[in-house]
Nanobody, 119 residues
Framework: QVQLVESGGGLVQAGGSLRLSCAASAGTFSRYSMGWFRQGPGKEREFVVGVNRMTGSTDYLDSVKGRFTMSRDNAKNTVYLQMNSLKPEDTAVYYC????????????WGRGTQVTVSS
């Protein structure tokens, strides 16, 4: 497993942008596939973005397509989530997660960072 620490959350007005970062413990970061999940108030945790293990494509939750972009910098052991055109329904705790390449299940999780979008 790898240790993950998110940052970059905060309060933003609708239409604004935030960039979340997730720093991973040093070592074999490049051997992990990364993803982002979120949990809104009173809701179940949901998948936001991750790399499809079968196709290699980056899959996004339909409601964030065209607005959110995941990227990573292996030299910095960091994955990012750029969030643009934020909506109040994007309000949630955002978690990054890691899974070893070739494995389906995410087995490492950060503690989350709060994103609040005001209308």
């Amino acid at each position: 497993q790898v240790q993950l620490v998110e940052s970059g959350g905060g309060l933003v007005q609708a239409g604004g942008s935030l960039r979340l970062s997730c720093a991973a413990s040093a070592g074999t970061f490049s051997r992990y596939s990364m993803g982002w999940f979120r949990q809104g108030p009173g809701k179940e945790r949901e998948f936001v973005v991750g790399v499809n293990r079968m196709t290699g494509s980056t899959d996004y939750l339909d409601s964030v397509k065209g607005r959110f972009t995941m990227s990573r910098d292996n030299a910095k052991n960091t994955v990012y989530l750029q969030m643009n055109s934020l909506k109040p329904e994007d309000t949630a705790v955002y978690y990054c997660a890691a899974r070893p390449l070739g494995i389906t299940r995410y087995d490492s999780w950060g503690r989350g960072t709060q994103v609040t979008v005001s209308s």
